[in-house]
C-alpha cells in the first residue's frame, strides 16, 4: 500500500470546544482567517518584481500560503509588496496607492532599493520606501531569492495572525500615520 | 453614434423621459498610469479617447531613472557590471558581455576562443529567457495565463544553469575583462545539456497554444502594424524591426565574440504587426537554440582558455595570491582599483534582447570612465507607441505594449 | 565596390563644408569628425539624403560636459549607421555653457526627440526646433542639470547614510 503524507492544515486556535460551539478569543480567529489569505498587490517596479513572478510562478507557489489573488487595485488588496528601486518621483504614487488601501492593511519592502535605497545612492533615487510609508517586513536581497520573499510573507503572516483586534484603532497607530502625513 | 441616441431619446422622450445628449467631440482622458497590471515596468500614458478608438496619447517615463550615467562616473571598470545587469534585467548576462567587449574594445585586449564560446551560450541563454517573458507576458495580457506558467517553469532551469556557471539567479553580474571568472563546471554542462533536451517540448507545446490559436490570432494580426522606413526614421532595433521586415541584427553585420563561427538564420516578418513581433520572437528562440547546440560541440575543440593572460587586469588565481609576490600585487592593485585605462573613446554594440545595446566610453585615462554612456533600445523605440495606437481600441493598445517588450530599467536608465 | 569609406567621405564633405570640419580622427577604427555648431545640420542632412552613403540611421544622440575647455564645455555627439553598408560614423559639436544651443535633428529623425530630451535634461542643453523640449526623466521640480560635472552624484538631504562609514 501507498504511503499517504499527512496533509498539514491550518490548525484551530486554542479555545473552548462543546457541542455545537466554539469558544475563543475574537483576534486569535481573525487573525488565523487573515494570515492565511494575504492578498498580495504586487508594485513591481523593477528587476525584484521578475522574482516576484518567479515567485507566483508553478516552482515557488506563493498561492500555496493564500495570495491566490493578486490584486492590482489597492481597494481590494490586504499587503502592499513593494519590489523594486522607487524613485523620487514615484514616491507620491506610492504613497497615494497606501492611502488608498484599506485597513487592515501592511506593506512588505522586498529588495535593497525599497529597504534602503540598495546600490543607488542618487539624487533620483528613494532611500527606502520607509521615508513615504510604514513598512512592516523589510527583505532583503538584490534580489531576494523566491525563498526569501516567501519568508518574507510567513513573517508578514506571524505579524498578522498576532495582531491585536485594537491595534489600528489605537493612539500608537495615529501617531505612526501622522508621522507619515497619512490620514 | 450620435445618430442612435437621437433616435432613441426621440423614443423615448415621447414617453416623458429626457435623455442628455452627448456633445460631440468630447474625448474622455483615460490614465493608463505608472501603477497597472498591463504595463510591466512603470510608465503612464495619458490617453485621450474618441469613445472606444484612441486618439492621442501623452507619455510619461523617467518613474524607475536611478541615474545609471552618473554613478558610472565615480566606479571602476569592475564595479560597473552590477549596473549593467540592472538595465535590462531579463536578460543580464547580455549587457554584462556588452560592457566587457566594450572595456575590452578599449584596451584592446584579445579574448581567447573559448572564453567567447561560453560568452555566446551564456548571451544566447539570456535572450531565450528575456523572449520568454515577452511571449508569456503577452499571452497573459490577452487573457491567458497558462503560457506564462509552463514558460517560467523552463526559466526557472535557465536560473538553475546560471547559477552553476556564476552564482545569481537574475543579476548575473558574470564575465571578467578577457573572459569568464570560471570555466563551466561539469554541473553546469549536465544541466544544459538537459534543459536542451526538455525545453523543445516545451516550446512546441506553448507554440500550439497560442500560433494558431483563432482567438490569440484575432487579437493580435493586424495591431499595431509599423513599417520598415518608419521603423527605421524611430531608431527601432532588434525583434520589433525585423519584425516590420529589416534584417538588421549585430550579430550578422558586425559580428562580435566569434558569432561568425556559428550558423543561425534572421526571422523577419512583413508588417510589423503584434503577430510579426510575436513570431519573430519564437523563432529568434528556435535559432537561439539552434546557436547553442553548436556553441556546446565546438567547445571541446575551442583554443585557449577561458580567460585571456591579461595580469593586469584580470584577478589572478587565489591559489597563486598565496603564494607568489606578483600575484598579490595584481591581486592589490586590481581590487584597489589603481588599474588606469588609457585614454580613448569607443563605442561598441551587441544585440541584446530589444535591440542594438550600445555603449558609448569615453575614458580620460583614469581608474573610473569619464563618460559613459548607454544607447538603450528600449528608450529609442518607445517613442514610437503613440503612432502605432492612433485610432485603436484600448485593449489593442495594451496588446501592443507588452508586444514591444518594453523593460522599464532599460528605459529610465 | 566600396562606396563610402573614411577617403569617399572626407573629400565631399571637405569640398562641400571645409571650414566646417574642426578635426578628422579615428579612434578604434570608428571615424569622427569635429564640425561646427552652424554647420552641423546640414551635414546630418547632407548624411541622411545621400543616396550611395545611406547614413540613414540615427544610433545614439547624447552629450558629454568637459568644464575645463573654456568656451567648448559642451560636447554634442552623434552615431550614425549605415546599415545598407555597414558603416559607422560619429560627429561632435563643441558648443559653450553660455550659449548651449544647437538645431534639433528631429527634423531628419524622430528618434531624435526623446534623445534630445534626455540631453536636455541631464545637461541643460537647448535643441533649437524641437517640438516638446522638457524633462522627460527627472522629476519636474529639479530646477538643476544633474550630469553636469559640478553637481554631487548622492541627494544630499538624506539623513540615513553616513558619509564617513561609506568612504566619502
Known amino acids: ?130 521615508r513615504v510609508v510604514p513598512v512592516d517586513v523589510y527583505v532583503p536581497g538584490c534580489p531576494p531569492r523566491p525563498e526569501q520573499i516567501i519568508e518574507g510573507l510567513m513573517q508578514i503572516q506571524e505579524l498578522a495572525g498576532k495582531e491585536s483586534y485594537r491595534r489600528r484603532n489605537s493612539e500608537e497607530y495615529q501617531l505612526l500615520m501622522d508621522s507619515y502625513n497619512i490620514k | 453614434m450620435s445618430d442612435i441616441i437621437k433616435s432613441q431619446s426621440n423614443i423615448l422622450s415621447s414617453n416623458n423621459v429626457t435623455i442628455v445628449e452627448e456633445a460631440d467631440n468630447e474625448l474622455m482622458t483615460l490614465n493608463l498610469g505608472p501603477t497597472h497590471p498591463a504595463t510591466h515596468g512603470i510608465f503612464q500614458n495619458i490617453l485621450k479617447l474618441d469613445g472606444e478608438k484612441i486618439v492621442s496619447t501623452e507619455m510619461t517615463i523617467g518613474y524607475i531613472h536611478r541615474a545609471f550615467e552618473k554613478i558610472a562616473e565615480r566606479r571602476p571598470f569592475y564595479q560597473i557590471t552590477p549596473l549593467t545587469d540592472r ?257 580613448g573613446e569607443v563605442y561598441h554594440s551587441v544585440e541584446g534582447g530589444n535591440g542594438e545595446l550600445g555603449f558609448y566610453l569615453l575614458s580620460d585615462g583614469g581608474r573610473t570612465p569619464y563618460r559613459l554612456h548607454f544607447r538603450r533600445p528600449c528608450f529609442i523605440y518607445y517613442q514610437a507607441y503613440p503612432e502605432m495606437i492612433k485610432g485603436v481600441t484600448l485593449s489593442d493598445a495594451i496588446v501592443i505594449l507588452s508586444s514591444l517588450n518594453v523593460i522599464a530599467g532599460e528605459l529610465d536608465s | ?46 548624411m541622411f539624403e545621400h543616396k550611395q552613403w545611406q547614413l540613414n540611421f540615427l544610433t545614439d544622440l547624447t552629450a558629454i560636459h568637459f568644464p575645463d575647455l573654456i568656451d567648448n564645455e559642451f560636447c554634442v555627439v552623434y552615431h550614425l549607421h549605415s546599415l545598407v553598408n555597414n558603416f559607422r560614423i560619429r560627429l561632435k559639436v563643441f558648443i559653450p555653457l553660455s550659449n548651449p544651443e544647437i538645431d534639433s535633428a528631429t527634423s531628419i529623425w524622430e528618434a531624435a526627440n526623446w534623445m534630445e530630451r534626455e540631453t536636455y535634461d541631464f545637461f541643460g542643453i537647448i535643441f533649437k526646433g524641437h517640438p516638446n523640449l522638457v524633462k522627460i526623466l527627472n522629476v519636474d521640480e529639479q530646477d538643476y542639470f544633474p550630469m553636469r560635472r559640478e553637481y554631487p552624484l548622492e541627494d544630499q538631504t538624506r539623513r540615513d547614510k553616513d558619509d564617513a562609514m561609506f568612504g566619502r
Not at chain 2, 541563454?125 to 497558462?146: E, M, P
Open chain 1, 1 to 130: 500500500m501507498t504511503d499517504i503524507k499527512e496533509l498539514k492544515i491550518v490548525e484551530a486556535p486554542d479555545g473552548h470546544a462543546g457541542a455545537g460551539f466554539f469558544a475563543t478569543s475574537y483576534s486569535a480567529v481573525i487573525g488565523l482567517a487573515r494570515k492565511n489569505s494575504l492578498w498580495p498587490l504586487p508594485f513591481a517596479t523593477s528587476c525584484c518584481g521578475i522574482e516576484f513572478m518567479a515567485t507566483m510562478g508553478s516552482h515557488y507557489d506563493i498561492s500555496r500560503f493564500g495570495s491566490e489573488r493578486p490584486s492590482f487595485s489597492p481597494r481590494q488588496a490586504d499587503l502592499l509588496m513593494v519590489m523594486g528601486t522607487i524613485a523620487k518621483k514615484m514616491a507620491p504614487i506610492v504613497k497615494q496607492v497606501y492611502t488608498q488601501m484599506a485597513e487592515p492593511r501592511w506593506v512588505m519592502a522586498v529588495g535593497a532599493c525599497a529597504s534602503s535605497g540598495g546600490i543607488f545612492d542618487t539624487y533620483s533615487v528613494l532611500q527606502g520606501i520607509d
Open chain 2, 87 to 343: 538595465m535590462n534585467y531579463c536578460s543580464s548576462p547580455i549587457n554584462n558581455m556588452g560592457w566587457w567587449m566594450t572595456v575590452e574594445k578599449l584596451l584592446e585586449i584579445k579574448v581567447p576562443q573559448r572564453a567567447q564560446y561560453l560568452r555566446v551560450i551564456v548571451m544566447e541563454l539570456a535572450r531565450i529567457s528575456d523572449h520568454l517573458i515577452c511571449n508569456s507576458i503577452l499571452g497573459v495580457d490577452s487573457g491567458a495565463f497558462t503560457g506564462f506558467l509552463y514558460l517560467f517553469q523552463e526559466r526557472e532551469k535557465i536560473y538553475e544553469i546560471y547559477e552553476e556557471i556564476c552564482g545569481a539567479r537574475l543579476t548575473t553580474n558574470m564575465g571578467r575583462m578577457g573572459g569568464m571568472e570560471r570555466d563551466f563546471s561539469e554541473v553546469a554542462i549536465a544541466k544544459l545539456r538537459k534543459w536542451l533536451d526538455e525545453f523543445p517540448k516545451v516550446m512546441k507545446e506553448f507554440e500550439k497554444l497560442f500560433t494558431r490559436n483563432r482567438i490569440f490570432m484575432d487579437r493580435v494580426i493586424g495591431v499595431g502594424g509599423i513599417s520598415g522606413e518608419r521603423a527605421l526614421n524611430y531608431g527601432f532595433t532588434g525583434p520589433n524591426l525585423r519584425a516590420a521586415g529589416v534584417d538588421y541584427d549585430v550579430r550578422v553585420m558586425e559580428p562580435y565574440s566569434s558569432y561568425q563561427d556559428f550558423e543561425f538564420e534572421i526571422p523577419i516578418g512583413t508588417t510589423g504587426d503584434t503577430y510579426d513581433r510575436f513570431i519573430v520572437r519564437n523563432e529568434e528562440i528556435w535559432q537561439s537554440l539552434r546557436i547553442i547546440e553548436q556553441a556546446l560541440a565546438k567547445l571541446p575543440t575551442a583554443e585557449g582558455s577561458y580567460f585571456a593572460n591579461i595580469p593586469d587586469y584580470y584577478l589572478p588565481p587565489k591559489k597563486e595570491v598565496y603564494r607568489s609576490m606578483e600575484a598579490l600585487i595584481y591581486h592589490f592593485k586590481i581590487i584597489m582599483g589603481e588599474i588606469d585605462a588609457p585614454v
Open chain 3, 1 to 46: 565596390m566600396i562606396v563610402v569609406s573614411k577617403d569617399i567621405i572626407l573629400e565631399e564633405l571637405q569640398g562641400k563644408y571645409g571650414e566646417a570640419i574642426l578635426e578628422v580622427s579615428e579612434p578604434y577604427n570608428l571615424l569622427t569628425l569635429i564640425i561646427t555648431k552652424d554647420k552641423i545640420k546640414n551635414v546630418l542632412e547632407h
